[in-house]
């Protein structure tokens, strides 16, 4: 196990009231033990309790390593896999992963009356948002990956090519750099950008398009996302003046970032330059989010956050501005907490970039 994770984890089910949870989100179980499994739908389950047990419930038909400190309960398709568990819970408060599927809590509750579930992810959930320095190397790691990325990238954007060619171009120079996979990824065109959340289709580039390139992968376990927006051919004045502001917003969002601060804060403070130029009903969406093992998890930067900035958290910084059936500019790089300030992950270049 990882012996200090697993402190951490120990320590907020103390301060939670709780004894014993079951841990079933396949990364968090990775972050504890440094075992990757997709189970599908079968039984995978860890049991940690406030002695420092780690009882992991697992399907033979994935292999795992053996691991100091855990012990592994193995069953098969033909097993009853929830009784294996319910001889290991105790009475009393239980807390329970987010993603636990109902059907084996309330089978668990059938053959284990005396438990009572609560909700108990927070206590792994709290402890990943603070990365370690092993983490923090691998976040550091993943995206100058994704630097290399961008930069290929740009040189590829050429006219025919549609979003979705390009998406998919994006995800094999990923994989090729040494990504573990490289899903979805987000090429908006001219008025496809004015959508935050474009699905990238059969568009083509076209003379004055502002092209948003949304790209992110896990490496070695550990995600990069980055966004430039750049311009094909020409770029308007109304064009190059929006990408000032939203580039002026990733800055002030960048220079709010310190230990202490409140996360809404940090989005207060690049939304305020967006809406100080005019633009705020046009950035529809939060600043950032927390980013690690999943490439959206705790914390939320946002205006409803109640996060405080500490040493060793990671979200994005990515605000925009959207001008509905026009185009769109956004500008995203991953930033860490450290003692006195921040480090940003990302070094690409924010400059406006005009594509021939
Ligand atoms: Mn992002």
Redesign the pocket.
């Known amino acids: 196990m990882k012996k200090q994770r697993l402190e951490k984890v120990i320590g907020n089910m103390g301060k939670m009231g709780l004894r014993q949870i079951i841990v079933s989100d396949p990364l968090s179980i990775f972050y504890l033990t440094g075992i990757s499994i997709e189970p599908g739908e079968r039984l995978y389950s860890l049991l940690i309790k406030d002695d420092g047990s780690a009882v992991l419930f697992n399907n033979r038909l994935f292999p795992a390593d053996e691991v100091d400190g855990l012990k592994i309960v193995w069953h098969d398709d033909k097993d009853d896999a929830i009784s294996g568990l319910a001889e290991y819970v105790s009475d009393g408060s239980l807390g329970i992963d987010k993603k636990w599927p109902a059907k084996f809590l309330i089978q668990l509750q059938e053959k284990h009356p005396g438990i009572k579930p609560v909700l108990g992810s927070a206590a792994v959930d709290n402890a990943r948002k603070n990365k370690d320095a092993e983490e923090i190397e691998l976040m550091r790691a993943a995206s100058r990956l994704n630097d290399t990325v961008m930069d290929e990238v740009i040189s590829l954007l050429e006219a025919g090519k549609s979003e979705r060619k390009m998406a998919g171009m994006i995800s094999e120079l990923h994989v090729e750099k040494g990504a573990d996979s490289s899903p979805g990824q987000i090429v908006c065109y001219g008025v496809g950008a004015s959508e935050p959340h474009h699905e990238p289709g059969n568009a083509t580039l076209k003379e004055g398009d502002s092209v948003i390139l949304?790209i992110?992968a896990p490496v070695n376990h550990y995600w990069c996302?980055m966004?430039r927006t750049v311009f094909y051919k020409t770029v308007s004045p109304e064009q190059k003046k929006v990408y000032e502001i939203v580039k002026a917003a990733n800055l002030a969002g960048i220079n709010a970032v310190k230990p202490g601060v409140p996360l809404k804060d940090i989005d207060y403070a690049a939304r305020k330059v967006i809406e100080d130029a005019g633009y705020g009903q046009y950035f529809t969406h939060r600043l950032?989010?927390g980013i690690g093992l999943d490439v959206h998890e705790p914390p939320d930067c946002s205006a409803a956050s109640d996060a405080i900035a500490e040493p060793g958290m990671c979200f994005?910084i990515?605000p925009g501005i959207y001008l509905p059936g026009k185009w769109g500019v956004r500008i995203?790089d991953l930033v860490v907490v450290t003692e006195d300030g921040i480090e940003v992950l990302n070094s690409f270049t924010k400059d406006l970039q005009i594509i021939y």
């Open positions: 949304d992110f996302d966004t950032g989010h994005s990515e995203e």
